[in-house]
T-cell receptor, first 112, second 113 residues
Framework: DAKTTQPPSMDCAEGRAANLPCNHS???????VYWYRQIHSQGPQYIIH???NNETNEMASLIITEDRKSSTLILPHATLRDTAVYYC?????????????FGTGTRLKVLA | EAQVTQNPRYLITVTGKKLTVTCSQN?????MSWYRQDPGLGLRQIYY???????DKGDVPEGYKVSRKEKRNFPLILESPSPNQTSLYFC????????????FGNGTRLTVT
């Protein structure tokens, strides 16, 4: 199973870009990378996902390296409300079944 | 509103007393799954279901049962709860397509004494 590795914690100044890295060196060719965040003990919230190309939505951008072994989630203008634990997840599947592999995430603290 | 609904949000029980945590989704998702979250261990999958009447074990299935009699519901059953099942539980659902994100419920905090 593809596993993900993230730094345990990061700080970011309010208004600056937050760049959260993730390594997924064992990812297979058709496995997507998903990013979620969890605020306190609420249910994880979907942010963005991608396969090969860079992706952008209203919340964030996702940069995936050409070899697909790592990715970076970018929050372009972090606010205090972005303080959360961010999870980089790979969805792995065999023979029509699949599961999501969660790591322990990065605790992002946005500082005023 | 599209959502995954878990009940109850909080539950305190005693060892050995059977309990059920309900999960319902209104998005017509084929895939449903249960996770538990413990400090330092992240989210671990308990069971999942690819469709009605199809369930499979995740990484930590011991002590749990599930059923999928209808597409929208996926209850988690603890036949004889033990203190090591004290945890935060999340239900999630998605479409089966390769490109579909998981939608999570708000969680159930279970304490077994």
């Amino acid at each position: 199973d593809a596993k993900t590795t993230q730094p345990p914690s990061m700080d970011c100044a309010e208004g600056r870009a937050a760049n959260l890295p993730c390594n997924h060196s064992t990812i297979s060719g058709n496995e997507y990378v998903y990013w979620y965040r969890q605020i306190h003990s609420q249910g994880p919230q979907y942010i963005i996902h991608g396969l090969k190309n860079n992706e952008t939505n209203e919340m964030a951008s996702l940069i995936i390296t050409e070899d697909r072994k790592s990715s970076t989630l970018i929050l372009p203008h972090a606010t205090l409300r972005d303080t959360a634990v961010y999870y980089c997840i790979v969805r792995v599947g065999i023979s029509g079944t699949y599961k999501y592999i969660f790591g322990t995430g990065t605790r992002l603290k946005v500082l005023a | 509103e599209a959502q995954v609904t878990q009940n109850p949000r909080y539950l305190i029980t005693v060892t050995g007393k059977k309990l059920t945590v309900t999960c319902s989704q209104n998005m017509n998702h084929e895939y449903m799954s249960w996770y538990r979250q413990d400090p330092g261990l992240g989210l671990r999958q308990i069971y999942y279901s690819m469709n009605v009447e199809v369930t499979d074990k995740g990484d930590v299935p011991e002590g749990y049962k599930v059923s999928r009699k209808e597409k929208r519901n996926f209850p988690l059953i603890l036949e004889s709860p033990s203190p090591n099942q004290t945890s935060l539980y999340f239900c999630a659902s998605s479409f089966r397509s390769n490109n579909s994100p998981l939608h999570f419920g708000n969680g159930t905090r279970l304490t077994v004494t």
